[in-house]
């Protein structure tokens, strides 16, 4: 049986792989990394902390998982300008606590 956090995390990586405006962003190249990368000039991006809860029952199944990812950008707000047009194409279903 293949992890839940695992599957999310191939899936993500998946839909940031296909995305050709993120590749772009990212100087041709898919910089999605765990740990900041030695020498390396912004724009990259790091999976962040992640959280994750079993709520099964005897009956169901079912997982609930807390992700970040964070980005790193020396230009972020000119980055963040010409990629919001592209993120409205995702709406996002997460409320600010």
Do not use: C, N
Request: net charge negative; proline share 5%; charged share 25%.
């Amino acid at each position: 049986m293949t992890s839940p956090v695992l599957a999310l995390r191939r899936a993500i990586l998946d839909a940031a792989t296909a995305d050709p405006d993120l590749v772009a962003l990212m100087g041709g190249t898919l910089r999605l990394h765990d740990e900041a990368p030695r020498a390396s000039a912004p724009v990259y991006a790091l999976f962040g902390d992640l959280t994750a809860q079993d709520w099964s029952t005897d009956f169901d199944r079912g997982h609930e998982q807390d992700k970040q990812i964070l980005a790193w950008a020396e230009r972020f707000a000119a980055i963040l300008d010409d990629r919001s047009s592209t993120m409205r194409r995702f709406p996002s279903t997460a409320t600010a606590s």
